[in-house]
């Protein structure tokens, strides 16, 4: 792990540079999804021919008895009574959380903005970034859902993004406000141009020593020096 806060670009970052299918799935760990919401969402970014697509239309935020009873295995989320739906596009409030990108856009592009430290504005970020370089979109189906599981000061349920990473957050808006203002294509590759290589797992600092299984005595002998 990388010193300093917990950067969510950064891991997200990593597993694209190590994925190798066509179409990549970034997901927070706290979403559950309706059966069969990865396919559609599949068939529905090659239909309308996007880059990114946000592949829900509501997410229901669950209370944590029901969250407790989902992750036992004793109640279905989607007969549990929400605390808050939020839907995305024009007059919702949900941006992020779960989105199907091309592995070509990433790679000509770059994924997450790694500048963002701890939570707040890595997904807006990149929602600017690739309507301004490519193609995005929403799911277009009403039913389409994902739940959310119970977690203290969530944003979805008003929780205080300042009180969640108070010493980063308001350098993150600043960064969030500096990229939206990068209005054009040109502007923006300028600004903040493409990554030449994936994220490195490892920090840069650490030497990686790879052993070959017919070289028994080559661990020891590094550890000497």
Do not use: M
Request: proline share 7%.
């Amino acid at each position: 792990p990388a010193a300093g806060p917990f950067n969510r670009a950064r891991a997200v970052n990593i597993g694209c540079g190590l994925a190798r299918n066509d179409l990549l799935l970034w997901s927070d760990n706290d979403l559950l999804y309706a059966p069969g919401l990865i396919q559609s969402a599949i068939n529905e970014l090659l239909t309308r021919k996007l880059d990114y697509l946000v592949p829900y239309a509501q997410i229901r935020y669950l209370n944590e008895h029901d969250s407790l009873a989902v992750l036992a295995g004793t109640q279905d989320p989607a007969h549990c009574v929400p605390l808050a739906v939020l839907g995305t596009g024009r007059g919702g409030a949900a941006d992020g959380g779960v989105g199907l990108v091309r592995a070509d856009f990433v790679r000509r592009y770059g994924a997450l903005c790694e500048q963002f430290q701890g939570w707040g504005g890595e997904d807006n970020a990149w929602t600017h970034k690739v309507n301004i370089l490519g193609r995005a979109g929403a799911a277009k189906s009403a039913g389409l859902t994902v739940y959310h599981l119970f977690h203290p000061s969530t944003g979805g349920l008003g929780g205080d993004p300042w009180k969640r990473n108070p010493d980063h957050y308001g350098q993150n808006l600043e960064l969030l406000e500096s990229i939206r203002q990068q209005r054009t294509r040109d502007a923006f590759l300028k600004k903040y141009p493409p990554p030449a290589h994936h994220t490195c797992p490892w920090p840069q600092d650490k030497r990686l020593l790879i052993l070959q299984p017919t070289e028994p005595d080559t661990l020891a002998r590094h550890q000497q020096q």
